[in-house]
């Protein structure tokens, strides 16, 4: 349930559409949905630069990743939640453009991610697709991809299963709840691809698992990872 707290800010939001996504002050004309204090004071990991990282312990042992990162720490209460929320449930796509964008400049510089060849975003199923009327992670990819000039799709990897939510689950009920949820079209076009899977949170991996399980199964050669921002 959302607090008290966030509807105001939501409500906020519609009123003044010219306010700063994570902090709510008016910005000014050379700012763009989140002001340059914020920018500036985002909790950035900096774990592109590092193969063993908190993501990729996360997922060691369960499949072959070239690289995992998140390249935020999420706090609740903090402003990352502010535009994390408002890029989910707010129709704030262009966040995650912008936020994608920013993903895109740390993982140019990052030699573990040279190779990509084709970006996916986590897909949602149709259903929540229609609920929510975007799937915000394809607008994290769209940012990645102008960054990084590699293309990204969302035709390859298609989510046929609407699960639960997750949470309560334990890690074996998470991965078995994860079986044959995603599946891969046109397998032919990502043969031996090195493919970078864009997610908005990393929570428990599942998800990202199963993705990535169902690429390598398809034929691609490689799989990174990368997401906005670690769960608390
Ligand atoms: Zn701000």
Redesign the pocket.
């Known amino acids: 349930m959302l607090s008290l707290k966030q509807s105001a800010s939501d409500l906020i939001g519609l009123l003044f559409p010219n306010l700063?996504?994570?902090?709510?002050?008016p910005l000014v004309q050379s700012e763009h949905l989140?002001?340059t204090?914020?920018?500036y004071d985002l909790p950035f990991t900096d774990d592109h630069l590092h193969r063993e990282n908190r993501a990729a312990k996360q997922l060691w042992g369960r499949l072959s990743l070239n690289a995992a990162m998140a390249m935020l720490y999420f706090r609740k209460g903090a402003?990352i939640q502010n535009l994390i929320h408002n890029l989910k449930y707010n129709n704030k796509t262009e966040i995650g453009i912008l936020l994608g964008e920013l993903l895109g400049d740390k993982l140019k510089l990052s030699p573990l991610y040279e190779s990509i060849d084709l970006i996916i975003p986590v897909p949602l199923h149709k259903k929540k697709l229609s609920q929510r009327g975007y799937n915000q992670s394809a607008y994290i990819a769209q940012g990645v991809s102008k960054k990084m000039a590699i293309p990204f799709s969302e035709q390859y990897l298609i989510r046929c299963v609407n699960t639960s939510s997750q949470t309560r689950k334990n890690r074996y009920n998470r991965y078995e709840n994860m079986q044959h949820v995603f599946k891969v079209n046109h397998a032919q076009d990502i043969l031996n691809k090195h493919i970078l899977i864009i997610d908005d949170v990393i929570t428990t991996g599942a998800t990202l698992e199963a993705c990535a399980h169902e690429l390598l199964l398809s034929g691609a050669s490689h799989i990174s990872i990368a997401a906005l921002a670690y769960a608390e």
């Open positions: 700063c996504n994570a902090c709510g002050t989140v002001c204090k914020c920018l402003k």
